[in-house]
């Protein structure tokens, strides 16, 4: 059965970094995201990589995080630099369910979602 599980999360000051990663197991091959949750607020998606390696980024994390996937351990990460205190939230990864599915920006195109890890920014 195909499972996410994320980790890397923590708490670190403003301008830091984190490295997230993500193992999936069960599956291989398709297109992930990664999506976050500040309290109160929708889940938003923060970066995807499609099947043949192009990724996407949101216009608030562009040129700070970079998303990459390692397609032999079916590990997906998220390396977020220059972290600012909005960046605080609970990330999640994300995948739809076939590997011919497309993946953007709509939380309703993934059907297999992590557990999440909690990111806080703070002075």
């Known amino acids: 059965q195909a499972r996410l599980e994320e980790s890397g999360g923590g708490s670190v000051q403003i301008g830091g970094s984190l490295r997230l990663s993500c193992a999936a197991e069960?599956?291989?091959?398709?297109?992930m995201a990664w999506f976050r949750q500040a309290p109160g607020n929708k889940r938003e998606g923060v970066a995807l990589?499609?099947?043949?390696?192009?990724?996407t980024y949101a216009d608030s994390v562009k040129g700070r995080f970079t998303i990459s996937k390692d397609n032999v351990t079916n590990t997906l990460y998220l390396q977020m630099n220059s972290l600012k205190p909005e960046d605080t939230a609970m990330y999640y990864c994300?995948?739809?369910?076939?590997?011919?599915?497309?993946?953007?920006?709509?939380?309703?195109?993934?059907?297999?979602w992590g557990q999440g890890t909690q990111v806080t920014v703070s002075s």
């Open positions: 069960g599956y291989s091959n398709f297109c």
């Open positions: 990589v499609l099947r043949r390696g192009s990724t």
């Open positions: 994300a995948a739809p369910p076939s590997s011919w599915s497309v993946c953007n920006w709509d939380i309703t195109a993934y059907t297999i």
